[in-house]
């Protein structure tokens, strides 16, 4: 029976081929069938996350405390500066210079990427904004976000920052950045299912020498990554701390 | 920053729940927080600081060799009243999260107010440390937290 791979779905659609890519070579590194599945929906992998469907799964931050801490997964690595941060975004006709100048009732687009809509509404807290007094609306993808900033139907939109700035130069020139997370310390981090913990160590090694190589390079470029470097279990309890005190 | 900040300068003598004490200048000057960042630190069971990230180092005026090992009550502003602390302990003893308005003092006597969340860090079912996160809090927060300590001291 091949193994399962899945990747969080907040990635750049640019990037779907290149998951393909990692997981042809995954199975050569690994010596055994893959099947990899991807998905639009964060809610829908996680309820098959949860049913013990994977054993590999690149996570956002937010899942990857529940894959640790409920489901007995081990993270192995991070991707090499590439931390996760937060965009929160106007039109750039607008009024609006910074998130104190939102207004209750104000009407927010977001996709259902948990980590940074979680963020994101942490940093509308210092304008007293909250899920009781705004209206979120939530869409399938950062383009179509910011397709409702520009045509005025959103004050404000949330973005995973790395997707905010694959968004065309024309898209980005007609909105405002209000505010962006520096948090640096919250990224995603790739795992292994309990199936899977004898060769954790394995597995490892070679994601981490991805990069020394031409063709592991090559399969980087595809996914957008520069590189994996090992993340330890006390690495991993702590950015899992860390988003535990964001959790309110 | 806050539009009630004076710019005075007063010598005060903060004492600390381990029945120690320092005496420290104190200026009435807000220093505003960082937009977008985290101020994030780890200490031990006892207080004393572990870890601090960059923006911590910045907030607080301290350099980073010497917050750690320092006891997180070096920010303690003599504006906070002790029960606030009090509180926080109990609650984290007690493996549970804290949440509270805290008014931090900055190594050159200046402050800045953070909305801050402390969990205990949870190893094999013992609890190691602490981690505290800090975040912007708003205007009208920290105004309810400015008249509530004001009776508690």
Same mark, same amino acid.
């Given at each position: 029976?091949?193994?399962?791979?899945?990747?969080?779905?907040? =990635?750049?659609?640019?990037?779907?081929?290149?998951? =393909?890519?990692?997981?042809?070579?995954?199975?050569?590194?690994?010596?055994?069938?893959?099947?990899?599945?991807?998905?639009?929906?964060?809610?829908? /992998?996680?309820?098959?996350?949860?049913?013990?469907?994977?054993?590999?799964?690149?996570?956002?931050?937010?899942?990857?405390?529940?894959?640790?801490?409920?489901?007995?997964?081990?993270?192995?690595?991070?991707?090499?500066?590439?931390?996760?941060?937060?965009?929160?975004?106007?039109?750039?006709?607008?009024?609006?210079?910074?998130?104190?100048?939102?207004?209750?009732?104000?009407?927010?687009?977001?996709?259902?990427?948990?980590?940074?809509?979680?963020?994101?509404?942490?940093?509308?807290?210092?304008?007293?904004?909250?899920?009781?007094?705004?209206?979120?609306?939530?869409?399938?993808?950062?383009?179509?976000?910011?397709?409702?900033?520009?045509?005025?139907?959103?004050?404000?939109?949330?973005?995973?920052?790395?997707?905010?700035?694959?968004?065309?130069?024309?898209?980005?020139? /007609? *909105?405002?950045?209000?505010?962006?997370?520096?948090?640096?310390?919250?990224?995603?981090?790739?795992?292994?299912?309990?199936?899977?913990?004898?060769?954790?160590?394995?597995?490892?090694? =070679?994601?981490?020498?991805?990069?020394?190589?031409?063709?592991?390079?090559?399969?980087?470029?595809?996914?957008?990554?520069?590189?994996?470097?090992? *993340?330890?279990?006390?690495?991993?309890?702590?950015?899992?701390?860390?988003?535990?005190?964001?959790?309110? | 920053?806050?539009?009630?900040?004076?710019?005075?300068?007063?010598?005060?003598?903060?004492?600390?729940?381990?029945?120690?004490?320092?005496?420290?200048?104190?200026?009435?000057?807000?220093?505003?927080?960082?937009?977008?960042?985290?101020?994030?630190?780890?200490?031990?069971?006892?207080?004393?600081?572990?870890?601090?990230?960059?923006?911590?180092?910045?907030?607080?005026?301290?350099?980073?060799?010497?917050?750690?090992?320092?006891?997180?009550?070096?920010?303690?502003?003599?504006?906070?009243?002790?029960? @606030?602390?009090?509180?926080?302990?109990?609650?984290?003893?007690?493996?549970?999260?804290?949440?509270?308005?805290?008014?931090?003092?900055?190594?050159?006597? @200046?402050?800045?107010?953070?909305?801050?969340?402390?969990?205990?860090?949870?190893?094999?079912?013992?609890?190691?440390?602490?981690?505290?996160?800090?975040?912007?809090?708003?205007?009208?927060?920290?105004?309810?937290?400015?008249?509530?300590?004001?009776?508690?001291?």
């Amino acid at each position: 029976m091949p193994l399962n791979l899945t990747v969080s779905p907040d =990635f750049a659609p640019s990037h779907i081929s290149g998951w =393909f890519i990692f997981n042809t070579w995954m199975q050569r590194q690994l010596g055994e069938g893959i099947h990899l599945e991807l998905y639009d929906s964060f809610d829908a /992998q996680r309820e098959d996350i949860k049913a013990g469907k994977y054993d590999l799964v690149y996570a956002n931050p937010f899942d990857a405390s529940m894959l640790v801490r409920d489901l007995g997964f081990k993270a192995l690595v991070r991707p090499l500066a590439k931390a996760d941060e937060t965009i929160i975004a106007t039109n750039a006709d607008s009024s609006i210079r910074s998130v104190e100048d939102l207004d209750p009732g104000c009407q927010l687009y977001t996709t259902d990427d948990p980590d940074v809509n979680r963020i994101a509404m942490i940093m509308l807290e210092a304008a007293d904004l909250d899920e009781s007094n705004t209206q979120s609306h939530t869409v399938d993808s950062y383009v179509i976000v910011a397709r409702n900033i520009l045509k005025g139907s959103a004050d404000a939109g949330f973005f995973l920052k790395d997707a905010y700035d694959e968004l065309s130069d024309l898209i980005r020139s /007609q *909105m405002r950045v209000l505010i962006t997370s520096e948090i640096s310390v919250v990224h995603h981090t790739f795992l292994v299912g309990p199936k899977l913990q004898e060769r954790a160590e394995e597995i490892q090694k =070679f994601l981490i020498a991805m990069s020394n190589d031409a063709k592991g390079k090559s399969v980087l470029d595809s996914m957008g990554l520069q590189g994996f470097e090992e *993340m330890t279990e006390e690495e991993t309890e702590f950015m899992i701390d860390l988003i535990d005190t964001l959790i309110d | 920053m806050s539009e009630h900040d004076t710019n005075d300068v007063r010598d005060v003598v903060i004492k600390y729940n381990d029945g120690t004490s320092r005496t420290t200048t104190v200026v009435d000057r807000e220093v505003p927080y960082p937009e977008g960042k985290l101020i994030v630190s780890r200490t031990d069971t006892k207080g004393n600081i572990t870890h601090a990230n960059q923006a911590f180092v910045e907030m607080s005026g301290y350099m980073h060799e010497e917050l750690i090992g320092q006891n997180h009550y070096i920010l303690r502003h003599p504006d906070m009243p002790a029960v @606030a602390f009090s509180g926080l302990w109990e609650t984290i003893q007690s493996g549970k999260k804290w949440h509270g308005y805290v008014k931090n003092l900055r190594k050159d006597g @200046a402050y800045y107010w953070v909305k801050a969340t402390v969990i205990p860090n949870i190893r094999k079912g013992v609890v190691v440390g602490y981690t505290s996160v800090r975040r912007k809090p708003s205007r009208s927060k920290i105004s309810e937290s400015e008249a509530l300590y004001k009776t508690l001291l």
